[in-house]
Nanobody
Framework: QVQVLESGGGLVQTGGSLRLSCAVS????????VRWYRQAPGKSRELVAT????????LYPDFVKGRFTISRDNAKSTVYLEMNNLQPEDTAVYLC?????????WGQGTQVTVSS
């Protein structure tokens, strides 16, 4: 069973930065695309960034462009999410989803709290 482990969350002030990590326990990691989602209390899960397999192309929804950067280190089987200029509305549990084809693996999430 593939394990997905997020880390790097925490409490930060408005305008601050955090870097989240997503480690995937599969030696064939390069074949996985990876997405970061977030879920705030009472709200639906929201996609915040995608990085494709092989070409490592980053994709973002409009509301995070210019603030969030997704990257991957295939040698470490890890994906990173660099988040800058954080705002209180970014407060959520951030979840990592690694997938290849129709097979998906999820982590437990890491809490990000932005204080005003």
């Amino acid at each position: 069973q593939v394990q997905v482990l997020e880390s790097g969350g925490g409490l930060v002030q408005t305008g601050g930065s955090l870097r989240l990590s997503c480690a995937v326990s599969d030696g064939d990691f390069i074949r996985y695309a990876v997405r970061w989602y977030r879920q705030a209390p009472g709200k639906s899960r929201e996609l915040v960034a995608t990085i494709t397999s092989h070409e490592s192309t980053p994709l973002y929804p409009d509301f995070v462009k210019g603030r969030f950067t997704i990257s991957r280190d295939n040698a470490k089987s890890t994906v990173y999410l660099e988040m800058n200029n954080l705002q209180p509305e970014d407060t959520a549990v951030y979840l990592c989803n690694a997938f290849r084809g129709t097979t998906h693996f999820w982590g437990q999430g890491t809490q990000v709290t932005v204080s005003s």
